[in-house]
């Protein structure tokens, strides 16, 4: 199983790095976790194409190219039609009213939704996908994808607490959001994770590596690494658009 980070920016995307998305391939699989603004084009570039794709949630830092997705099957991307999407719950009605798409729309024929809950698993190929609830302001979800020699665990966005802990017991790499720095107060942001929370979490959930992303885009990512490793005795890097881990 490789991991290829195609965007890694936290909120929104700068010149040559995207915002959120990954591309997990086997031999029988490819698999797209988040579609942020960028991604698209990166993933042709790359010439990805998708067997399944995995949102997180409805923020547009994770979704938006979603809608570039969609024209480029629409009108005549090589993708076959019925591109399995999985979402959670809400997102589809979101997106559906951004398109002005009512149930006979091709929204609904070029992609096949899938809302997925905490708790609930798929099969991709080879993949076996598992998603569990994040802190966030909105339906969010943490994934799991392993292929039976490997797995690897993606937050998504999410705060302290909700499933990530236990989701990432015992991963290979653990992807985590590191969107903050320093060290969380009591007037904290709860939907997004410090760095050293991340390397916290890692730490208890004994993760074989730590790979941080979501950075705010104008942190030191320097400074976000050493945070995290100050709270993980193991392998900690940051996310890179290009990046590919082998697992
Ligand atoms: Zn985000
Ligand atoms: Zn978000």
């Not at 949102?55 to 019925?82: E, K, N, Q």
């Not at 705060?159 to 990530?164: N, S, V």
């Amino acid at each position: 199983m490789r991991l290829t980070v195609l965007g890694s920016n936290g909120t929104y995307p700068t010149p040559g790095n995207p915002a959120s998305g990954y591309a997990v391939h086997t031999p029988t699989a490819t698999v797209l976790l988040d579609l942020g603004p960028g991604v698209f084009v990166v993933s042709i570039a790359a010439g990805i194409t998708p067997d399944a794709v995995v949102l997180t949630h409805v923020h547009p830092d994770h979704c938006a190219d979603l809608f570039p997705l969609f024209s480029a099957i629409r009108f005549g991307h090589p993708h076959r039609w019925g591109l399995p999407v999985m979402v959670p719950a809400g997102l589809v009605d979101r997106v559906a009213v951004f398109l002005g798409a009512g149930d006979t729309h091709d929204l609904h024929r070029v992609f096949a939704f899938d809302e997925v809950a905490p708790g609930d698993q798929r099969r991709v190929g080879d993949l076996t996908i598992r998603f569990g609830a994040a802190t966030h302001p909105v339906p969010a979800l943490v994934v799991s994808v392993e292929d039976g020699r490997a797995r690897l665990v993606y937050s998504g966005d999410t705060g302290p607490g909700g499933d990530l802990p236990a989701v990432a017991a015992g991963c290979d790499l653990l992807l985590c959001e590191a969107t903050l720095q320093g060290t969380p107060g009591a007037d904290r942001y709860p939907y997004h994770l410090y760095a050293t929370e991340a390397g916290a979490i890692a730490r208890v959930a004994r993760a074989q590596r730590l790979l941080l992303t979501h950075l705010g885009p104008t942190l030191d990512p320097q400074v976000s690494v050493a945070e995290a490793v100050a709270a993980f005795d193991g392998p900690v890097d940051r996310a890179i658009p290009g990046m590919e881990v082998d697992l």
